[in-house]
């Protein structure tokens, strides 16, 4: 497939300039990861991508993270699990020994997840994901119940390693109401960070500037950089 490198570098170009003018409007010390989500794309632009500086990349499905992180095996890639995962994929998943799994939507699949741990001797870096707009399409935990959810799971599930938490904006025109649902899961976050969570994923290709303004500092960013 032929790779128009230098579409991808402007475009990586721009969103890397977006998130620094967010940043620093937050505080010159407020630092903000980028995971390049590459479902939408192959493993070809995802290489290139690394060429380009990128280190981390996230997919939302089990069985394609296993194709591509197999098929760039050669490059030191720090792969990011984002979307919903299955219980039936738990085993799969560990496999492929993922830097963080961002979808961990309760404590039913913690301790599903946690039997395989313990099995395997193993630990996951995990964040709680928290559907902050309450809506029925996306999983995670609702966040009134999140902080109580979150203790839980690190006084249950040694072997998860939670990090902090993660969510996708409200869908939604609104504004309003996709910052709302920033605030709420950075609020959460902020109680959390007693318990340790360092890391507040959330902000997507069309909310990532707001998200960060709302205190993200983890942003997942897809179309903006491969459609
Ligand atoms: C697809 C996806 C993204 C990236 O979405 P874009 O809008 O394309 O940037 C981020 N997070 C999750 C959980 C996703 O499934």
Same mark, same amino acid.
């Not at 995962?85 to 020994?97: E, P």
């Given at each position: ?19 620094? %003018?967010?940043? +620093?409007?937050? =505080? !010159? ?6 995971? *390049? #989500?590459?479902?939408?794309?192959? @493993? $070809? ?79 996951? %870096?995990?964040? +709680?994901?928290? =559907? !902050? ?6 999983? *995670? #935990?609702?966040?009134?119940?999140? @902080? $109580? ?79």
């Amino acid at each position: 497939m032929h790779i128009d490198t230098e579409k991808l570098r402007s475009r990586l170009d721009r969103v890397i300039w977006n998130i620094e %003018a967010a940043r +620093l409007k937050v =505080n !010159a010390h407020h630092i903000v990861h980028m995971v *390049g #989500v590459s479902k939408y794309t192959d @493993v $070809d632009h995802i290489a290139a991508l690394y060429r380009l500086g990128q280190r981390a990349f996230g997919e939302n499905q089990v069985q394609q993270l296993k194709v591509r992180s197999h098929a760039l095996d050669a490059l030191p890639i720090e792969w990011h699990m984002i979307g919903t995962l299955q219980k039936n994929k738990i085993t799969a998943l560990l496999d492929l020994r993922p830097a963080l799994l961002h979808s961990l939507d309760g404590i039913a699949l913690a301790e599903a997840l946690h039997t395989r741990l313990e099995s395997r001797d193993t630990a996951l %870096a995990c964040l +709680l994901q928290i =559907n !902050a707009a309450g809506e029925a399409s996306k999983s *995670g #935990v609702a966040p009134d119940a999140a @902080v $109580d959810v979150y203790q839980e799971i690190r006084e249950r599930f040694p072997r998860i390693e939670l990090k902090g938490v993660m969510t996708i904006g409200a869908h939604s025109e609104d504004h309003a109401l996709v910052r709302k649902s920033f605030e709420t899961t950075h609020a959460v976050y902020t109680q959390l960070q007693h318990d340790g969570a360092h890391i507040c994923s959330m902000g997507m290709s069309g909310d990532y500037p707001l998200a960060i303004a709302c205190g993200s500092n983890m942003v997942r960013i897809g179309s903006a950089l491969f459609r």
